[in-house]
Nanobody
Framework: QLQLVESGGGLVQPGGSLRLSCATS????????IGWFRQAPGKEREGVSC????????NYADSVKGRFTISRDNAKNTVYLQMNSLKPEDTAIYYC?????????????????WGQGTQVTVSS
């Protein structure tokens, strides 16, 4: 059974950095996407970034372009989200998710498996 486990969240000051990790297991498809999403209190879940299983296709939401970088280490079955220049509005629970689509997408409805989430708080 496919599982995703996030880690790396925490409290950071504005302008700081964090690196989130998403460890995956049980994926049997040759081509798939892992996406990062976030949900702040009272707001809808927002797609942040996604990466294909080969690493050859990457996409970012406009709100994080130039600040966040997604990457993967297939030897470790782990996807990372490096977050720099963090802002208070980046505060949210961050989730990673698995999509078996063959195209990149940041729509939550197109992801079938989800991790439990990790809290990121940006505050002074």
């Amino acid at each position: 059974q496919l599982q995703l486990v996030e880690s790396g969240g925490g409290l950071v000051q504005p302008g700081g950095s964090l690196r989130l990790s998403c460890a995956t297991s049980g994926a049997t498809l040759d081509y798939y996407f892992i996406g990062w999403f976030r949900q702040a209190p009272g707001k809808e879940r927002e797609g942040v970034s996604c990466i294909s299983s080969t690493g050859g296709t990457i996409n970012y939401a406009d709100s994080v372009k130039g600040r966040f970088t997604i990457s993967r280490d297939n030897a470790k079955n782990t996807v990372y989200l490096q977050m720099n220049s963090l802002k208070p509005e980046d505060t949210a629970i961050y989730y990673c998710a698995f999509s078996n689509r063959y195209y990149y997408t940041l729509f939550a409805d197109e992801y079938d498996y989800w991790g439990q989430g990790t809290q990121v708080t940006v505050s002074s």
